[in-house]
């Protein structure tokens, strides 16, 4: 049985990857329970990094307290595994610069720490959670069907939301990006990001170990982190219909995405730690059905029997305007195809359980 360390199990995705691989995979989970994502109460103890003791997640499962960047802990727990699947990160886009350190420590040391220690103890295998925010902006076509990078938006005080040809002013159409595109990272989370590919990308070269970097768009479904300024879009306007109010959605509402239920990120997840894929592959993990967000909240409010959207006009710089992954790379070599659409996982997840992570806090180094 090929034996995994799952580091972040007790998280929103590392949760759901250990209950898809448990029955055929031989499973050590791990996860340093940052307050930031599951409060003080399942805050790690006392020691540099963590205590290494085995305690009860919020799942009732159990889970090893271990901080991926502690070497000792991690060269004695790779003993034996084939395979690391590496999920453990701060997440969110930032509050601000002061989570800078939080993300560069947890994310961007703790990767460099694990690679370490694998090489280390002759794991070769890794699969790595990273992100579609790698790409920054979207990919973008003229009228003429020619590739044209856009210019910074400069008018959304003015409600001109849409990305423009810098040389023309010419309105531009979101088209699908794929793995190849440029990375673009623009918030310090999404610079961690590409830092945990990068990293792990050096290490394949130097060891000859192969990674699979599964590039997660939207992601959203049960036991997702409730209304906090680190939570997804989908979760937040969950939040806003439980509280009786209307889901507050940016700009015009026409933002392009790709929601992917977080059973289909766990397939994934099991279909690259089975292929193993030699060398570095970064992989796009979508539905390959484009949504909007102001869909994506009107299909909440309408399962809720909530209140309608309130579309606000309001926006923030650094967000992106379209973002949609091609999933045909993912198809092509793992035969991965979610399967379960945006309309039907969406409606779905207007009553699921959501995890408690309210009042904990910005994350800490
Ligand atoms: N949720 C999304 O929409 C999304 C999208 C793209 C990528 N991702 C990536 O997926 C992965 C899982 O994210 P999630 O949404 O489940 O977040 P989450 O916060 O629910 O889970 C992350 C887990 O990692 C743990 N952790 C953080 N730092 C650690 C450390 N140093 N050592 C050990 N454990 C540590 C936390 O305690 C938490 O349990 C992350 O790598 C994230 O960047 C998530």
Redesign the pocket.
Known sequence: MTRVLL??A?????GHIRSALEPNHDVVA?????AS??GHSGEHGSGEYGSGDTSSGESGRDITR????DHAALVELLTGVDVVCH?????GAGVNSADAPAYAS?NDF?TAVLLAAMAETGCTRLVL????VVYGEGKYRNAAGDLVMPGPRTRLADGIFENTDPATGEVLDWTLVEEDAELRPRSTYAAS?VAQENYALAWSLATGGSVTALR?H??YGPHM?RNTPYS?VAAMFRSSLEAGKAPQVYEDGHQARDFVHVSDIAAANTAAIDAALPGFTALNVSSGHPITIGEVASTLSDACHGPAPEITGQYRPGDVRHIVASPEKARRTLGFVAAISPEQGLREFATAPLRDAEGTGAPRV
Do not use: E
């Not at 007790?10 to 590392?14: E, H, K, L, N, T």
């Not at 791990?30 to 940052?34: H, R, S, Y």
């Not at 959670?129 to 579609?132: E, G, I, P, Q, V």
């Open positions: 580091t972040g007790a998280g929103f995705i590392g791990i996860d340093a329970m940052l994502a599951h271990v901080d991926v960047r999920q453990a990160a701060v997440v947890h703790g959670a990273s992100s579609m990001k997660y939207n992601v982190p997804g």
